[in-house]
């Protein structure tokens, strides 16, 4: 089956730790996107990768990292710089400028920092 | 500055009746709008779209109205069911298939048996 897969489900930090999430897709999708979700703030865009080797700074990138080497697959690392890293992730993925605006979830991260 | 509106952080419908979720937007060069449904810890999921060269799309029991004057549209549920409880999500994009989207906060419904 196509999808999106996130993991881990939950994850734990400690404060000034780097933590990385992970992204996969196997959909064929040139376009892959993180977003953080907290409660009352809906969905805001952190980075987006068009195409692989290349990507773009959302509204919220500070204290955060991505690459994107291969096609299905677009981690984030969460650095101690983010200054409040508890909160739900979300990758999501599209076919770019050859389909849709449509963007398909994986099930999300939940990171808390302890 | 918020770009996509849905002022109702909540709303509560009884089973049977409609909902209708609106949403507000103030780029003029948004021309694509989707619905997302997201239940909690879980992925948002796509429910519905519309272009700018439409005023309604219909999929079963949802229809989404577009009033590109008003810069408004708005999310019609009928019947509302049980299953339909979750947070329902207004996104916008500027066209291109990987323009990132524009999301909303997010309106919880609420469909009492």
């Known amino acids: 089956d196509g999808g999106i897969t996130q993991s881990p489900k939950y994850l734990f930090r400690k404060e000034g730790q780097n933590v990385t999430l992970s992204c996969e897709q196997n959909?064929?999708?040139?376009?892959m996107y993180w977003y953080r979700q907290d409660p009352g703030q809906g969905l805001r865009l952190i980075y987006y990768?068009?195409?692989?080797?290349?990507?773009q700074k959302g509204d919220i990138a500070e204290g955060y990292s991505v690459s994107r080497e291969k096609k299905e697959s677009f981690p984030l690392t969460v650095t101690s710089a983010q200054k409040n890293p508890t909160a739900f992730y979300l990758c999501?993925?599209?076919?770019?400028?050859?389909?849709?605006?449509?963007?398909?979830f994986g099930p999300g991260t939940r990171l808390t920092v302890l | 500055d918020q770009q996509v509106k849905q002022n109702s952080p909540s709303l509560s419908v009884q089973e049977g009746r409609i909902s209708i979720l609106n949403c507000d937007y103030t780029n003029s060069m948004f021309d694509y709008f989707l619905w997302y449904k997201k239940y909690p810890a879980e992925g948002p999921t796509f429910l519905i779209s519309i272009s700018s060269i439409k005023d309604k799309n219909e999929d079963g029991r949802f229809t989404v109205f577009l009033n590109k004057s008003a810069k408004h549209l708005s999310l019609h549920i009928v019947p509302s069911q049980p299953g339909d409880s979750a947070v329902y999500f207004c996104?916008?994009?500027?066209?291109?298939?990987?323009?990132?989207?524009?999301f909303g906060k997010g309106t919880r419904l609420s469909v009492i048996a």
């Open positions: 959909l064929n999708h040139d376009a």
């Open positions: 996104a916008a994009s500027g066209g291109s298939g990987n323009t990132p989207l524009v």
């Open positions: 999501a993925s599209n076919r770019g400028t050859s389909g849709s605006g449509e963007q398909f």
């Open positions: 990768s068009q195409i692989v080797n290349d990507f």
